[in-house]
């Protein structure tokens, strides 16, 4: 190499697609916590509105065409079970599936130590009851949300794990 070159090291590249609003939400607050400034990948997060998990795998498929990302991310409930053919597809087109049991707000209760309940209408509600802030605006999550937490969480949630390894890149 001649002298004075510098090597540029390109970013990874992520697409996160998340099922609804507070996913996104949420996702994007990721995204500030362990990628700002240079570090980590080049994440993009998109909605896709949710239409349960056939419809998010179709909504991440269509959103990485034209586009070549390191890693692409479906992150949705489990709530309504994922068929043998739905994981074959996202196998197949190179799109992890990371599920939240049975919600995101599932989550969110237990970042605060709350019971979890069984049922996604439960835990909204017990959500709305435990949690004074707008989960639909990333700016609000660090007063909860800390890096902290999430790593520490990270260490018994595998799910949470598998999502914050690929913001971590």
């Not at 196998?91 to 939240?100: A, P």
């Not at 019971?115 to 700016?139: F, G, M, R, T």
Request: aromatic share 8%; glycine share 6%.
């Amino acid at each position: 190499m001649a002298k004075g070159r510098r090597v540029i090291r390109q970013r990874k590249t992520l697409l996160v697609v998340g099922e609804g609003a507070t996913e996104a939400a949420f996702l994007n607050y990721l995204k500030r916590v362990y990628c700002s400034g240079k570090k980590g990948p080049k994440v993009t997060v998109k909605n896709a509105h949710g239409k349960g998990p056939e419809h998010v795998l179709d909504f991440a498929k269509r959103a990485q065409r034209g586009v070549a990302f390191d890693h692409v991310v479906a992150f949705l409930d489990t709530d309504i079970p994922w068929t043998a053919a739905l994981k074959k597809e996202a196998k197949q087109s190179k799109i992890e599936l990371i599920g939240n049991t049975p919600c995101i707000e599932g989550l969110f209760l237990k970042m605060l130590g709350k019971p979890v309940p069984a049922v996604s209408a439960s835990c909204k509600k017990q959500l709305s009851i435990a949690l004074s802030y707008d989960v639909l605006k990333p700016s609000e999550y660090e007063q909860w949300c800390s890096l902290e937490l999430l790593d520490s969480l990270a260490a018994e949630d595998k799910h949470l794990y598998r999502l914050l390894s690929f913001y971590k890149v």
